[in-house]
Every structure is written in structure tokens, then in C-alpha cells.
């Protein structure tokens, strides 16, 4: 089969067409990766991973760039499958993985490494950028996880719509309009700084990974309810206070908003995020919870439907059409100190299976100079980080963990 040959199952839209161009000369990938409890034969991978292309159609794409503003086309193949050697750290494999372009056909734009370890096992699935993000990613995970633990399936999908088309019409209010009421818009020439690429040379990246004890976890969780804030705020407060303890007088958080959340799209394989940047500067981070709060506000700020709405339009309305065109829009709106990925709890309203032991990721690297990507996800009780970066920060990682159970030491405030 010849590109140009296959199925025709949708255009790209304005942020998938975004993200292609920018893949052109900067690969960007992502992996996530499931520790299980038991040995799982490559054969029963192959199959579920079979049930999940059914499940979801993108994972069964190649994007034809060729076309007319180009296309995801049916490809015949099958995700691709490895088994690495017994015992590979799965960290080497994540980090490796970033080294290692996608091409964009003949497809599918994932892959998959099976990881065989005492006792069990660890999958590391590895998805091409213009497919999907890290939400998106996870969904696919836990599909796969679900298939192997002997859950029904789902299903086969629909095609996810794009982005552009799903929020033209969207309306009404999402969680976190009031807590954003009111919040001044911060202007500071520090925040529209503009980022640097570098280019690609396939350096395998340094990774660090940390996961929070059950405690501190549930200490975490019930700290930032009481003093009216997120996790991931409190993620990103602990970030900036290390980095402003490392010499840094501003500190910029790149924070991707999930639009399945923020105004309740559906939960499919596909890329539905927008960025939302916030920044501080070293004597803000004098009061951790203060810091957090704010943070808080600033990211609800940016993820009100209209927020979205008119970011969405203005891409659509002014679509990158190069490569340099994109590489310039994604330095602008991506620069950061630090982007923290957070994909929330696993199985928020249910046990998650008995086979499973951990979730990691996304691992992922975007070829800016300087970047340390955080990626962040929770389940059975733990929470876990996973940072990617080639210029690392000594200790920035468990320094993070150790500013957040300071934080749920403290005596909260009245």
C-alpha cells in the first residue's frame, strides 16, 4: 500500500496541522509506561494492542503530508512490538524512546516495548505527538491495561472530530470560572520571553522519577483542599520554590489544560490541550501555600471556555503553514522554566485492576533549550513523577517531594 492509497480518515486540523509541521525538524514523541505485577507474554500484548487500534481509530493513522493541508490515512500495520532485555531499567527504555523519531508513515504512529522484570513486567507505549497527548495517551493505557487484566472490552470508536470544531461550539461555564473571577492579568515581559530550539541529535535525555508514599500522597490531596487549591498547583508552587533556591529570580510553569475537563469533551485518543503559563518571582515563593493558591487562580483564569474559544479561533485563523512557521509560534507559547504534565488520578471513581502496580509518565522531550518536562500521574494511592530533561537540575525531582511534605507539615493558617 502506497500513502496516497489508503483511506482517507480525516483532515488535520489547525493544532494537529501545528504540531505536524513542528515535527518536521523536531520529533516529538511521548511514552507512558504501566508496571505490572505479572509476567505478560509478548503474544497477549500483541493481541490487546490489536483490540486497542480497533478501540481507537488514530492509533491506526498515518498522516499523509502530501495531501492538500494534509490527512490521517487508514495504515494496515500493526503497532509495532519489542521485548527488551530482562531486567532493562524501563527509564533507559522511556528515555531511549525520545531518541527515536515517529515517522509520520506508512503508520501507526505508536509503538510499543515490553519490559520483562521480577516479578512482573513494565509496557512502555510510545505515541507520536500528532496523534494524540498525554491524556489521551493514558486512555489508551488503561484500555490496554484493562485488556490484559481480562476486563470487557469497549466498543470500536468513532474518529475523534478535531479540536477546532469540537470548541466552536462549546458553551456554557467550566469548573473553576469563580475561583478565576476577578484575578488581574499579570503583565511582565518575563513571561513572553521567547524560548530557544535546539536541534535534534537523538541525545538520549537524563531522566529522574519520583513517587510519593501513600501518606504523603493522602496528606497532599487533603493539604490542598483545606487551603482551597490543586495538586498540581502545589505541584507547580514546589517547582518554583526549588528553582528559585537554584539562583532563578523568575521562574516560568508551562501547565497543558485538558480539555476533556475543562469543558467536557469527550475521552478519546486525540490531541484536546491548550497551554496555560504562569510565573513567579523569587519573593513570591516565601509562602508556599499563598504561591499555590495563586497559581491556582491564574491556571482557572486561562482555562474558561471563552479562554479556549478565542485561543482555538486564533489558530485556526492564523495556522502556521511551514515548519519554520510552527517551530516560531511553539518557541513563543511553550517557553518555560519547567512544563509540569499532570494526568490526574488513574481511576478516579473506581479500583484500578489487581494486575497493575504502577503508572509512569509521559516521558517526553520538545527539543528547547533548557526544558525539564515533569510528567505526573496517580494511582493506587501514589503519586509519581517523571522528569526528562538533557540539562538536568541536580535533585530538582526529590527536592519537589521534600518541599511538598514540608508544606502538609506546616500548621494551616487560622
Known amino acids: 500500500m502506497t500513502m496516497s492509497q489508503g483511506r482517507v480518515v480525516r483532515p488535520l486540523g489547525a493544532f494537529e496541522r501545528t504540531i505536524d509541521f513542528y515535527t518536521y525538524r523536531n520529533p516529538v514523541q511521548f511514552s507512558l509506561v504501566a508496571e505490572m505485577d505479572r509476567p505478560?507474554?509478548?503474544?497477549?500484548?500483541?493481541?490487546?494492542?490489536?483490540?486497542?487500534?480497533?478501540?481507537?481509530?488514530?492509533?491506526?493513522?498515518?498522516?499523509?503530508?502530501?495531501?492538500?493541508?494534509?490527512?490521517?490515512?487508514?495504515?494496515?500495520?500493526?503497532?509495532?512490538?519489542?521485548?527488551?532485555?530482562?531486567?532493562?531499567?524501563?527509564?533507559?527504555?522511556?528515555?531511549?524512546?525520545?531518541?527515536?523519531?515517529?515517522?509520520?508513515?506508512?503508520?501507526?504512529?505508536?509503538?510499543?516495548?515490553?519490559?520483562?522484570?521480577?516479578?512482573?513486567?513494565?509496557?512502555?507505549?510510545?505515541?507520536?505527538?500528532?496523534?494524540?497527548?498525554?491524556?489521551?495517551?493514558?486512555?489508551?493505557?488503561?484500555?490496554?491495561?484493562?485488556?490484559?487484566?481480562?476486563?470487557?472490552?469497549?466498543?470500536?470508536?468513532?474518529?475523534?472530530?478535531?479540536?477546532?470544531?469540537?470548541?466552536?461550539?462549546?458553551?456554557?461555564?467550566?469548573?473553576?470560572?469563580?475561583?478565576?473571577?476577578?484575578?488581574?492579568?499579570v503583565d511582565d515581559e518575563r513571561m513572553s520571553a521567547i524560548g530557544e530550539l535546539t536541534p535534534f541529535s537523538g541525545r538520549t535525555p537524563h531522566v529522574e522519577t519520583l513517587a510519593l508514599d501513600r501518606g504523603l500522597t493522602t496528606r497532599l490531596v487533603r493539604r490542598c483542599r483545606q487551603e482551597r487549591t490543586s495538586v498540581h498547583a502545589a505541584l507547580c508552587a514546589a517547582a518554583t520554590v526549588v528553582l528559585h533556591r537554584r539562583g532563578r529570580e523568575f521562574v516560568r510553569v508551562l501547565t497543558p489544560v485538558d480539555l476533556r475537563?475543562?469543558?467536557?469533551?469527550?475521552?478519546?485518543?486525540?490531541?484536546?490541550?491548550?497551554?496555560?503559563?504562569?510565573?513567579?518571582?523569587?519573593?513570591?515563593?516565601?509562602?508556599?501555600?499563598?504561591?499555590?493558591?495563586?497559581?491556582?487562580?491564574?491556571?482557572?483564569?486561562?482555562?474558561t471556555p471563552a479562554a479556549l474559544k478565542g485561543g482555538s479561533a486564533a489558530l485556526a485563523q492564523n495556522a502556521p503553514s511551514s515548519a519554520g512557521d510552527a517551530e516560531a509560534m511553539m518557541a513563543a507559547a511553550t517557553a518555560a522554566d519547567i512544563q509540569i504534565t499532570n494526568l490526574g488520578v488513574a481511576y478516579p471513581s473506581r479500583p484500578s485492576p489487581s494486575g497493575l502496580s504502577a503508572l509512569w509518565g509521559p516521558a517526553q522531550i520538545t527539543q528547547l533549550r533548557g526544558e525539564h518536562i515533569l510528567g505526573v500521574v496517580t494511582v493506587g494511592g501514589r503519586l509519581r513523577m517523571t522528569e526528562l530533561t538533557h540539562d538536568p537540575v541536580p535533585g530538582l525531582v526529590p527536592e519537589m517531594g521534600a518541599v511538598l511534605a514540608d508544606a502538609c507539615a506546616e500548621t494551616p493558617h487560622g
Open 261 to 303: 475537563r475543562a469543558v467536557g469533551l469527550p475521552d478519546e485518543v486525540v490531541n484536546r490541550f491548550a497551554g496555560a503559563r504562569t510565573g513567579s518571582a523569587a519573593h513570591d515563593a516565601k509562602d508556599f501555600w499563598t504561591l499555590s493558591r495563586r497559581t491556582s487562580a491564574s491556571i482557572a483564569l486561562q482555562r
Open 40 to 185: 505478560v507474554p509478548a503474544s497477549e500484548l500483541a493481541s490487546a494492542m490489536a483490540t486497542l487500534q480497533e478501540r481507537h481509530p488514530l492509533l491506526g493513522a498515518a498522516v499523509d503530508r502530501t495531501a492538500p493541508g494534509a490527512v490521517y490515512r487508514a495504515s494496515e500495520g500493526t503497532i509495532p512490538l519489542e521485548t527488551a532485555a530482562d531486567g532493562t531499567p524501563w527509564q533507559a527504555i522511556a528515555a531511549v524512546e525520545q531518541t527515536r523519531p515517529i515517522p509520520p508513515a506508512p503508520g501507526p504512529l505508536a509503538r510499543a516495548v515490553l519490559v520483562p522484570q521480577e516479578p512482573g513486567c513494565a509496557i512502555v507505549l510510545t505515541f507520536a505527538h500528532q496523534i494524540t497527548d498525554g491524556v489521551g495517551g493514558l486512555r489508551a493505557l488503561l484500555d490496554l491495561v484493562a485488556a490484559l487484566c481480562g476486563e470487557e472490552s469497549t466498543p470500536p470508536g468513532r474518529v475523534p472530530r478535531t479540536q477546532e470544531d469540537l470548541l466552536a461550539h462549546v458553551g456554557g461555564t467550566a469548573d473553576g470560572d469563580d475561583a478565576a473571577a476577578g484575578m488581574p492579568v
